[in-house]
């Protein structure tokens, strides 16, 4: 029996013709030279970038890899990629290729799908799976009104804890993501129009930020009873309704993919065009007296005003402000004005290499790596045992965050405590202004969840910052506030582990010269 694919579906076999249906790749377009390797430990993902015949991509998880190869959005449509081993999302690696000067996007994401059939050997399909939506549709009172014409402009502001997003000629499609952009808390998966209106329309939509829901009514938070979220502002305020579904959607199947590439040629790298290491002009003098600190990086080009050297060496060598040592306390006190020019496509990593080069130029920079204590936030396991569950599938090694009911919950599964430790800090900002340090000495795989409050919230309630106190229940209300969870306790009383702050050796720059004067322009 023949099947019917959707225009969605359509559209991705097309995307997915060629060598990634395991069509011969002799009339496919490929890079003229690629070197591939796994990423030095520690890495993380580069965005990837294109100019004058070179591409790099540093950093990236075999998934990262698919998505970009297939046109899709890395961290927001990743329930679109099913199967593949347990290590997709995890292991990472770097790709230097070279294509011709002025290749499309499309040709690119043709000669990507080629090397990574070619290298790790990913075999993939088109399928068709029934996924998690959010939909748009008219409810009970449509209270929408009609514009007249006109450019489509919308604004967005904040006030007294209340978001404003105020739009002139828009459509529903329009409506649906610029509401899941704004109102990202609330939006787990996509918003998708099926209102079935075909028009233009005027309307503001007030609703409250997932984070300060349920807060009570005091120190710039709105509502009486702790505000309104954006799905009940879209019913009252605009008559529509948004409601969690499943509709069927086009994903792609990753049926095989090898976890070490097969080597390179010898010679690809003499062959790859030289990344410039230094600035086309570059100018740097001491800040006028009182100036305030601002750093820009955009177009190739670092801006920046009253901004200490130290500042400069960790911008430049990619490491926190405590894995810096040595030097004199002038690094932290003077204070420098900088304005450098590369190309317009310059990568973070190329701009980083040029400024490393300009310190050394101009304030005879001399450096060193060393493991070195430093403060960190330390996962260990203080008792014999954890509360944590040994994995039994091979399920891939995934940690989704999700927000309700006034908590963060962060579900891991087939997840090491390693790759726990990393993630951590971006799942619970606020709290963690340190790495994570697995110390555990745990080295299998689990699934576990572990709920917290989030710090603002934290703050909001008890007044300070830090380690709350007590476990979190209900959500609170104006006469009634709920108790509290921070990230420290919730590890602590879910996994049986304890998360405290301590000094940890950790690669460190360690500064043997540098001039407090910078030679002239």
Request: charged share 25%.
């Amino acid at each position: 029996m023949k099947r019917t694919l959707t225009p969605a579906l359509v559209s991705l076999a097309a995307l997915m013709a060629g060598a990634a249906l395991g069509q011969s790749t002799a009339s496919q377009a490929v890079f003229d030279v690629a070197d591939v390797h796994v990423s030095a430990p520690g890495a993380t993902d580069s965005f990837g970038f294109l100019h004058a015949g070179r591409v790099e991509l540093k950093g990236k998880t075999m998934l990262s890899l698919i998505m970009m190869a297939y046109g899709m959005n890395y961290g927001a449509e990743d329930e679109k990629v099913i199967g593949g081993p347990n290590w997709l999302d995890t292991d990472r690696f770097d790709i230097i290729a070279k294509a011709a000067a002025g290749s499309t996007q499309e040709a690119l994401r043709a000669m990507l799908q080629a090397l990574l059939a070619d290298r790790f050997k990913l075999a993939i399909r088109q399928d068709e799976r029934p996924l998690p939506v959010y939909v748009l549709t008219v409810g009970k009172s449509l209270k929408l009104k009609e514009s007249s014409a006109g450019q489509t402009d919308c604004k967005a502001s904040r006030e007294n804890g209340v978001i404003t997003y105020t739009c002139h000629n828009m459509t529903m499609a329009g409506l649906a993501e610029g509401v899941r952009q704004r109102a990202g808390g609330y939006f787990d998966h996509p918003l998708v129009d099926k209102t079935g209106l075909q028009g233009e329309y005027d309307f503001t939509l007030k609703w409250t930020p997932k984070g300060q829901l349920g807060l009570p009514a005091r120190d710039g938070n709105a509502g009486p009873a702790g505000g309104i979220s954006v799905f009940d502002a879209l019913d009252k305020q605009l008559g529509l309704k948004a409601e969690k579904q499943t509709q069927p959607a086009p994903v792609i199947v990753v049926d095989n993919a090898n976890r070490k590439p097969t080597d390179n040629l010898p010679g690809v790298l003499e062959k790859l065009p030289a990344a410039p290491t230094e600035f086309e002009v570059a100018a740097i003098r001491p800040s006028k007296p009182g100036s305030n600190g601002n750093f820009s990086v955009k177009n190739g080009r670092i801006e920046a005003t009253g901004v200490s050297l130290r500042d400069l060496i960790t911008m430049a060598y990619d490491v926190e402000d405590e894995m810096v040592t040595g030097g004199e306390k002038w690094l932290d006190t003077d204070h420098f004005d900088i304005n450098a020019k590369a190309v317009a496509t310059a990568s973070f990593d190329e701009l980083r290499a040029m400024l490393r080069t300009l310190l050394e130029q101009r304030f005879k920079l001399a450096v060193h790596k060393d493991d070195q204590p430093v403060p960190v936030y330390a996962l260990t396991m203080p008792k014999k045992t954890s509360k944590l569950k040994e994995t039994t599938g091979e399920a891939r090694a995934a940690c989704k965050v999700s927000a309700e009911n006034g908590l963060r919950t962060c579900t891991c599964q087939n997840t090491t405590m390693a790759q726990f430790a990393e993630k951590l800090r971006q799942v619970a900002p606020g709290y963690l202004d340190h790495p994570v340090v697995d110390l555990t000495g745990l080295k299998a795989a689990y699934d576990f969840a572990v709920s917290w409050t989030g710090v603002g919230r934290v703050n909001a309630l008890t007044g300070k910052g830090g380690d709350a106190a007590q476990p979190a229940s209900a959500v609170p209300t104006a006469a009634e506030p709920a108790p509290t969870l921070t990230i420290f306790e919730a590890v602590d009383k879910q996994l049986g582990l304890k998360l405290a702050a301590q000094k940890h050796p950790m690669p460190s720059i360690v500064i043997e010269h540098v001039e407090r004067t910078p030679t002239e322009n």
